[in-house]
């Protein structure tokens, strides 16, 4: 997939955001990464997340529900 650099979802860059994808390989997502990452709050976490899986950058684990949690 190409992104614009001008692109963003929740006022974060899709390039910072993939950045971050290419880190995190293999090891999953969770909301203190992402706060940590990105030093967002708790409705900012949920709504990155939201908006990550509404566009199809991500997927829910059904393995491990925490994922995301």
């Known amino acids: ?3 614009k650099r001008n692109e963003k979802i929740n ?3 899709l390039v910072k955001i ?3 994808f290419k ?3 293999g ?6 990464h992402i ?4 030093n967002l709050n708790a409705d900012e976490i949920n709504s990155l997340i939201k908006e990550l899986l509404q566009n199809d ?3 829910k684990s059904h393995d491990n529900e ?3 949690n």
């Open 35 to 38: 706060r940590n990452h990105f």
């Open 11 to 13: 006022n974060i860059p």
């Open 66 to 68: 925490k994922n995301i």
């Open 18 to 20: 993939r950045d971050y």
């Open 1 to 3: 997939m190409r992104i």
């Open 27 to 32: 090891i999953g997502i969770s909301k203190m």
């Open 57 to 59: 950058f991500v997927e």
């Open 23 to 25: 880190k995190i390989r």
